[in-house]
């Protein structure tokens, strides 16, 4: 099975900061690698599918990128609305796993 | 516009099954591009991904080792939604339940949209 490591676990900012969360896959999966958004009480939402594609209609600030093993998802220019925790998703083999989570608090 | 439409009992006995629905509109459970998927979150285990049935010339399901021998994912054609069923429940099995479509070709992969969760508590 791959295993997710998400890392930092939890990030305090403030509005307008950059933040990057990585994710490192325990083996190759290519690109098939998604980051989602999940706030207390809602699903989690598709912000970045295939690395570094931007799902439609979520706000340019997001962006991914990586490849193989190595990913990150930044956030530019942090919006109150940004404020909840953040999980990768591995899809290149069953089972399906996920990162542990990075929650995003304010500073 | 996609949507999924979950519904079941949000308390379950020890030892009993827990039995979820997920109605799809906007979409088939047959469709060759995707698969319908089970994912839990609870704060211990986080994001924890159950299971998921699909179609591709047949039925297929796949499932998470950590239930597997206990949990049954199927779909059901004539009225466009596929179940999850989890057996010999314990307050460990306490957790949100989400539905989700899963795009799954070669190109694209990714789970959404989500159904609304459920809140599922193991206890008598």
Not at chain 2, 62 to 81: H, M
């Amino acid at each position: 099975d791959i295993q997710m490591t998400q890392s930092p676990s939890s990030l305090s900012a403030s509005i307008g900061d950059r933040v990057t969360i990585t994710c490192r896959a325990s083996q190759s999966i290519k690109t098939y690698l998604s980051w989602y958004q999940k706030k207390p009480g809602k699903a989690p939402e598709l912000l970045i599918y295939g690395a570094s594609n931007l799902q439609s209609g979520v706000p340019t600030r997001f962006s991914g990128s990586g490849s193989g093993t190595d990913f990150t998802l930044t956030i530019t220019s942090l919006q109150p609305e940004d404020f909840a925790t953040y999980y990768c998703l591995q899809s290149t083999s069953i089972p399906r796993s996920f990162g542990q989570g990075t929650k995003l608090e304010i500073k | 516009q996609l949507q999924l439409q979950q519904s079941g009992p949000g308390l379950v006995e020890p030892s009993q099954t827990l039995s979820l629905t997920c109605a799809i509109s906007g979409d088939s459970v047959s469709s060759d591009s995707d698969a319908w998927n089970w994912i839990r979150h609870s704060p211990s285990r986080g994001l924890e991904w159950l299971g998921r049935t699909y179609y591709r010339s047949k039925w297929y399901n796949e499932y998470a080792v950590s239930v597997k021998g206990r949990i049954t994912i199927n779909p059901d054609t004539s009225k466009n939604q596929f179940y999850l069923h989890l057996n010999s429940v314990t307050p460990e099995d306490t957790a949100v339940y989400y539905c989700a479509r899963g795009r799954d070709t070669p190109r694209d992969r990714w789970f959404d949209p989500w159904g609304q969760g459920t809140l599922v508590t193991v206890s008598s």
